[in-house]
């Protein structure tokens, strides 16, 4: 793995600061209407996609997760203001308007969506490590799924024939601790959740999910045992999201005093303080590259509005492969 220096620690908080920023302009932007649908939010977990991809050989390793999806695309790579297109519906987004906030794709940096179907994506990443397998490719892919997705079905079938196969796949549960407005409690018999990677003899550990550094090395361990034919790894991230399921939310399920004690925790306030005390940077210093991120957010949000809403007729074109297909025909002459 890649030492984890100073610079590392620099660019983990501009990349977080940024990633907050980003996700705050976005429900300020949904509640004055233009971006529609649904949006689920990341903020809290932020220290994931830094942690991760720190471990990850991003050249060929892959990721794919839930509906809570547009920070790790730009963790990979994904231009922002392309990712803010596609929340917008404008033809210039990642799927050019026609996946919005929770079906962010990039095949270029092997991100592999954002799926709306809870645990949908678990035999997904399967499938995908198996392909890797199969054609000697020595990349690993990274499947990350919420802590209510774990009851579904698709997930034990899935890590059953992971095990079976050696499959090169982590599986990460980003443990926020509530499915919906459902906590862990009150949903499982098992409140460990990493132990039920133990029912199938897969290695599976607890993580803390608010500091990139322990998410970094533990990712890496896994990763590299995957890569090197091992099999697969399950990691139970412990983290918490500071709002809502998704912006629809009222929040009924939790107090006002446990998001308060779990902001103290915040994992950027950590950053924030841990390069203030070991004076890798200035207070001056981290203030002027937040209102310079802050620029940037605004930068995205610019090029989002200036672009394009997709025509009628691209919708058909994407959406059917077949040219010759009935449908197609009917709508070319009318």
């Not at 030492?3 to 908080?13: A, E, G, R, S």
């Not at 592999?112 to 000697?136: E, M, S, T």
């Not at 107090?255 to 103290?264: A, G, L, N, Q, T």
Request: glycine residues 8%; contains cysteine.
């Amino acid at each position: 793995m890649k030492k984890i220096t100073t610079k590392t620690y620099l660019k983990w908080f501009q990349d977080m600061y940024f990633w907050r920023k980003f996700e705050d302009k976005c429900r300020s932007l949904y509640l004055k209407q233009k971006i529609r649908g649904f949006l689920h939010l990341y903020n809290g977990q932020e220290a994931l996609p830094a942690g991760l991809t720190h471990a990850m050989d991003l050249s060929k390793d892959k990721i794919i997760t839930a509906y809570r999806c547009h920070i790790l695309p730009i963790s990979m790579g994904v231009d922002p203001k392309i990712v803010m297109a596609e929340l917008l519906g404008k033809k210039t987004g990642t799927s050019h308007g026609m996946g919005g906030s929770m079906h962010i794709f990039s095949k270029k940096h092997r991100f592999y969506g954002g799926h709306g179907i809870v645990g949908g994506q678990i035999p997904l990443g399967a499938g995908i490590a198996f392909a890797d397998k199969y054609f000697n490719r020595k990349a690993v892919t990274l499947t990350l799924m919420g802590d209510g997705a774990v009851r579904q079905g698709s997930l034990h079938e899935t890590f059953n024939m992971a095990m079976l196969w050696k499959l090169p796949v982590v599986f990460i549960c980003e443990n926020n601790q509530y499915a919906m407005g459902t906590s862990v409690k009150r949903s499982t018999n098992v409140e460990e959740i990493y132990k039920i990677g133990h029912s199938y003899g897969m290695p599976s550990y607890p993580v803390d999910g608010m500091d990139p550094e322990k998410i970094a090395k533990t990712a890496y361990t896994a990763i590299e045992r995957a890569r090197s034919g091992n099999g697969s790894t399950f990691l139970d991230v412990k983290t918490y999201r500071y709002r809502g399921h998704s912006i629809a939310d009222s929040e009924l399920y939790r107090s006002k005093e446990e998001i308060i004690s779990y902001k103290k925790k915040d994992p950027i306030l950590r950053l924030k303080n841990i390069i203030i005390q070991n004076k890798w940077a200035t207070i001056e210093r981290l203030n002027f590259i937040e209102n310079e991120i802050k620029k940037e957010v605004e930068s995205c949000v610019e090029f989002a509005e200036k672009s394009e809403f997709p025509s009628l007729k691209q919708m058909y074109n994407i959406v059917y492969h077949e040219n010759n297909y009935p449908f197609l025909d009917e709508f070319k002459s009318s």
